[in-house]
T-cell receptor
Framework: AQKITQTQPGMFVQEKEAVTLDCTYD???????LFWYKQPSSGEMIFLIY??????QNATEGRYSLNFQKARKSANLVISASQLGDSAMYFC??????????????FGSGTRLSIRP | EPEVTQTPSHQVTQMGQEVILRCVPI?????FYWYRQILGQKVEFLVS????????KSEIFDDQFSVERPDGSNFTLKIRSTKLEDSAMYFC??????????????FGPGTRLTVL
């Protein structure tokens, strides 16, 4: 069965520092996609970045990068040069059979990131 | 940029009443989803919908729940007889259906349902 684990319930980081949010996953399916979503205090879910299981390179989107270590089944999110607006809950998520849009997303329990000025 | 919209943003109802949560997915998307998030907990999958039928549903999605695409733009979630434990944030999501890409699911802003 697929599972997502986020072991950091909360983190405090100084503004402008880089931060790594941990995520490990478990699946027996060779085809899967990994996602990170941001949930600010207003409640909406904002898509940040994805990584396909067959992608050779780590995904990057602006200040976000995904440190994908397939053998260790980890997909950590790295935010460079953190900003006050990065304060939010961050969810790691996975979808098996990622090429099928019908498959559901499984979410981790989230990490609450707080950026200190 | 196109986005998923949901109405209402907040719904308060009495236990046992029926509620309908509405969503307008992104216009060229063909897959639609409902998720829920009980306060302080993780986001949970409820149901996926494609070509006017349910593709997959979770154990949460029992006979009290139903989904419908009544016209070309709206996607609704109905809870027939609400319970206290149905209080949660309900997210609608949609995605494209292209087989050569990941087809990310984009979420709406959510409807906060409070059952009294």
């Amino acid at each position: 069965a697929q599972k997502i684990t986020q072991t950091q319930p909360g983190m405090f980081v100084q503004e402008k520092e880089a931060v790594t949010l941990d995520c490990t996953y478990d699946t027996s399916d060779p085809s899967y996609g990994l996602f990170w979503y941001k949930q600010p205090s207003s409640g909406e879910m904002i898509f940040l970045i994805y990584q396909g299981s067959y992608d050779q390179q780590n995904a990057t989107e602006g200040r976000y990068s995904l440190n994908f270590q397939k053998a260790r089944k980890s997909a950590n999110l790295v935010i460079s040069a953190s900003q006050l607006g990065d304060s939010a809950m961050y969810f790691c998520a996975m979808r098996e059979l990622w090429y099928s849009s019908a498959s559901k997303i499984i979410f981790g329990s989230g990490t609450r990131l707080s950026i200190r000025p | 940029e196109p986005e998923v919209t949901q109405t209402p943003s907040h719904q308060v109802t009495q236990m046992g009443q029926e509620v309908i949560l509405r969503c307008v997915p992104i216009s060229n998307h063909l897959y639609f989803y409902w998720y829920r998030q009980i306060l302080g907990q993780k986001v949970e999958f409820l149901v996926s919908f494609y070509n006017n039928e349910i593709s997959e549903k979770s154990e949460i999605f029992d006979d009290q729940f139903s989904v419908e695409r009544p016209d070309g733009s709206n996607f609704t979630l109905k809870i027939r007889s609400t319970k206290l434990e149905d209080s949660a944030m309900y997210f609608c999501a949609s995605s494209e259906a292209k087989r050569d890409k990941v087809n990310t699911q984009y979420f709406g802003p959510g409807t906060r349902l409070t059952v009294l």
